[in-house]
């Protein structure tokens, strides 16, 4: 697709990723004279009952989100076959890349980051809207340590979790227990998220690592989370817990982000 103009506006000059649900390229925004983002999801998502409709709702309501750790949405549409969305490019590592190459992190350059993550939860939670896909892969830290979120109500409008369940969108490391059965509920799904993450930022592994995603929902489900410290024993008094709390299942029992955020300030402290 290189080369395709789309809607007229936004040629695409490279590809910069791909993976089950999307293509992600870096295209000129002719009309801004500007590089900016655009993942073209694929057609056979796009086809699927009530995709459209859903689509636009969570892209009119991520429009209203007013976050610095959420990426900016440009614009949004259906052209070919395809739906795109347009949003700001920012430069910097995923987390994903900065854990193949660093992790475990340094348990205060962790927390660093949750905390601005869990900024973003709470600018997009007051506003009614959920990720329901929070994964290192989603997430861009900048040159400066800021921490950019990604594809933000892509899950709502694609049905994520019936396409984890069915093991077309890759392995559910970070997925809610409920989410399989119930869908999106809320925010504590993110939480849920961002504990499994913080857990491997701090150890170097996930909570239930594993290649079978039918395996893995089920260990989420029904196991008990490993202990954090049990694998990183320099970890300090209180992230054991902290990150137990995120990820419990029972949503009832899991933090919200002010909460969470107070207490990721006091072990900051």
Same mark, same amino acid.
């Given at each position: 697709?290189?080369?395709?103009?789309?809607q007229? =506006?936004y040629?695409?000059?490279?590809?910069v990723g791909?993976n089950?649900?999307s293509e992600?390229?870096l295209?000129q925004?002719?009309?801004?004279?500007? &590089?900016?983002?655009v993942k073209?999801?694929h057609?056979?998502l796009?086809?699927k009952?009530?995709f459209?409709?859903?689509f636009?709702?969570s892209?009119?309501?991520?429009?209203k !989100?007013?976050?610095?750790?959420?990426?900016?949405?440009l614009?949004f549409?259906e052209?070919s076959g395809?739906?795109?969305v !347009?949003?700001?490019?920012?430069?910097?590592l995923?987390?994903?890349q +900065?854990?193949?190459?660093d /992790?475990?992190l340094?348990?205060r350059?962790a927390l660093?980051?949750?905390?601005?993550?869990?900024?973003?939860l709470?600018?997009a939670s007051?506003?009614g809207?959920?990720?329901?896909d929070?994964?290192?892969?989603?997430l861009? !830290?900048?040159a400066?340590?800021?921490v =950019? +979120?990604? %594809?933000?109500?892509? #899950?709502i409008a694609?049905?994520l979790?019936?396409?984890? *369940?069915t093991g077309? /969108?890759?392995?559910p490391?970070y997925? #809610?227990?409920?989410?399989?059965?119930?869908? &999106?509920?809320?925010?504590? !799904?993110d939480v849920y998220?961002?504990?499994?993450?913080?857990f491997e930022?701090?150890?170097?592994?996930?909570?239930f690592?594993g %290649?079978d995603a039918?395996? +893995?929902?089920?260990?989420h489900?029904r196991?008990?989370?490993p202990?954090?410290r049990?694998?990183? /024993?320099?970890?300090? %008094?209180?992230?054991?817990k &902290? +990150?137990?709390?995120c &990820? #419990?299942?029972?949503? *009832? *029992?899991?933090y919200?982000p002010?909460?969470?955020?107070?207490d990721i300030?006091?072990l900051?402290?």
């Amino acid at each position: 697709m290189i080369g395709t103009t789309i809607q007229g =506006k936004y040629r695409l000059v490279e590809r910069v990723g791909r993976n089950l649900l999307s293509e992600v390229y870096l295209a000129q925004d002719m009309p801004g004279n500007r &590089l900016v983002t655009v993942k073209m999801i694929h057609p056979e998502l796009v086809e699927k009952q009530d995709f459209s409709q859903s689509f636009r709702r969570s892209a009119r309501l991520l429009g209203k !989100v007013v976050s610095p750790y959420i990426v900016r949405l440009l614009d949004f549409g259906e052209e070919s076959g395809y739906a795109f969305v !347009v949003h700001e490019c920012v430069l910097g590592l995923t987390l994903e890349q +900065i854990l193949m190459n660093d /992790a475990p992190l340094e348990s205060r350059r962790a927390l660093l980051l949750a905390r601005q993550i869990v900024q973003a939860l709470a600018d997009a939670s007051a506003v009614g809207m959920v990720h329901g896909d929070l994964r290192p892969a989603n997430l861009v !830290v900048t040159a400066g340590q800021v921490v =950019k +979120i990604l %594809d933000f109500g892509l #899950a709502i409008a694609l049905d994520l979790p019936h396409l984890m *369940a069915t093991g077309r /969108a890759g392995l559910p490391y970070y997925l #809610a227990p409920e989410l399989p059965d119930r869908g &999106l509920s809320d925010v504590r !799904v993110d939480v849920y998220a961002l504990g499994a993450m913080l857990f491997e930022m701090v150890t170097g592994q996930v909570p239930f690592p594993g %290649d079978d995603a039918t395996e +893995i929902m089920q260990w989420h489900r029904r196991e008990r989370i490993p202990m954090a410290r049990r694998l990183n /024993a320099d970890l300090p %008094d209180g992230l054991d817990k &902290l +990150i137990a709390d995120c &990820l #419990a299942k029972e949503p *009832a *029992a899991r933090y919200l982000p002010l909460t969470l955020s107070r207490d990721i300030a006091t072990l900051l402290e």
